[in-house]
């Protein structure tokens, strides 16, 4: 519940501070690179996760023993999702190795998965 709470914020504080900087001291190279697109990308997706992990927290707090049980799973499979999906695009933009790119779906997919467990999750809330 804690872990959760506090994993949103901080992706959230992150991609806030990752939005302002490629916002303005990256804009150039990210533009000059044709990558600007990419790295909004990635901040959008983590922040939107972000606030998901602070809405799952909350919900543990309210929630029975098995619906805790698969909001955990939602809140780590958006964490590991958030990680590895926005974590592969900056690092393309920060080094522009784009082979990162073939790590980004499983990043995507992580993601949907856990958009499902808290479908899953939503049926066992009271």
Known sequence: MK????AGALLGALAVALGAFGAHALRA????AGRADTFETAVKYQFYHAIMLVVIGLLMQRAGDEAVRWLGWSGY????GVLIFSGSLYTIC???????GAVAPIGGLLLIVGWILLLLA???LA
Do not use: H, P, V
């Not at 190279?29 to 000059?32: D, G, N, Q």
């Not at 499979?77 to 590991?80: E, H, I, P, V």
């Open 94 to 100: 920060f080094t522009g190795i784009t082979k990162f």
């Open 77 to 80: 499979a958006f964490m590991g």
């Open 29 to 32: 190279s990210l533009e000059a």
């Open 122 to 124: 939503a049926g066992k």
């Open 3 to 6: 872990l959760m709470i506090q």
